[in-house]
């Protein structure tokens, strides 16, 4: 199957949903109201700013009146600690969301150590350098995935350690779910499927959904909500075969495996982690077990 180019599926999908990604939800959206002078007149650093998410994240802090510096390759190589140190010295930023990352599961799979140098390393570049900078706790938020609750692949187990690295320096961490759009998303794949006249390939898989509008506004949340490691309320993860009849009514499907690196049932909160309601309706914060037994009153 010939797939026509990424960038071209992009366009025709947004044209598709024109904005309407919360139509394809199996719950409501989460508006998710912040403080409107959250980050006003704020410096805000932003890596991996290219990228779907960044973009948008990046647009919504224009409009709350932030001072905002995007940062992606080849500008900013987080990889590269002296490089990283030099930049947070030079923006003093008030406020970092790290989102440069190497985040497609399968890639992980087969390349582990270069997903480990970005997701791990780069973290650790960044974290320490915003730390030296005088970035305070809280201020900083590191952008993960629900594949790092009892994670099962490489991708998984770097946002892990890269939760474990911001938090412990007294920063955030967000857990994604898949956000509807996003660039290699599976809207992208049932576009380029569509062109071609394919029928949709769908997997055995269930997972969480994400608007944009969620992503954007949860990471934002965290800045708000103080330190710690948060997630959206998105119910169950649901199988994948029910958003491809949403997206595309009445179209044959495919069955297809799961691809390498790919987590049949995804999850939020892992065995040793407990979860708690914050004041912003729809945001959860995850504990770990000893963190939550040493704040319960003996």
């Known amino acids: 199957m010939q797939v026509p180019q990424s960038n071209h599926i992009a366009e025709i999908l947004a044209q598709r949903v024109a904005g309407r990604y919360a139509d394809l939800l199996p719950r409501p959206e989460h508006k998710l109201e912040l403080p409107p002078d959250l980050v006003d007149g704020k410096r805000v650093l932003v890596t991996g700013a290219d990228g779907f998410l960044g973009r948008r ?9 932030a001072e905002t510096y995007l940062t992606d390759l080849p500008d900013l190589d987080i990889t590269n600690a ?12 008030d406020l970092v969301i790290h989102l440069a990352a190497m985040k497609h599961a399968p890639v992980g799979e087969v390349h582990p150590l270069g997903t480990t140098q970005v997701n791990v390393l780069g973290t650790n570049n960044i974290v320490e350098a915003a730390t030296v900078a005088g970035v305070l706790p809280g201020n900083l938020v590191f952008v993960s995935t629900c594949k790092a609750a009892a994670p099962e692949t490489v991708y998984g187990a770097t946002k892990l350690l890269g939760e474990r690295i911001a938090l412990r320096a007294g920063y955030s961490a967000v857990r ?29 898989c ?10 954007v506004r949860l990471n934002l949340a965290a800045f708000h909500l103080g330190p710690g490691l948060y997630h959206l309320d998105a119910g169950v993860p649901e199988p994948v075969e029910a958003l ?8 044959p499907l495919q069955w297809i495996p799961p691809r390498l690196g790919d987590r049949l049932v995804e999850r939020f909160v892992s065995d040793g982690e ?5 004041s912003i309706p729809g945001i959860v914060r995850i504990k770990e077990v000893w963190e939550a037994a040493e704040a319960t009153p003996a």
């Open 82 to 93: 002296e490089l990283v140190d030099q930049t947070m010295r030079r923006l003093r930023p």
């Open 176 to 204: 994604l779910g898949n956000v509807l759009g996003s660039s290699g998303s599976v809207l992208e794949t049932w576009v380029a499927q569509r062109e071609n006249g394919d029928p949709l390939a769908v997997s055995p």
């Open 206 to 215: 269930e997972r969480y959904w994400l608007t944009p509008h969620e992503a």
């Open 274 to 278: 407990v979860s708690e309601m914050t």
């Open 244 to 251: 491809a009849r949403r997206f595309e009514p009445g179209v």
């Open 57 to 65: 994240i990046a647009e919504h802090l224009d409009e709350l009146g």
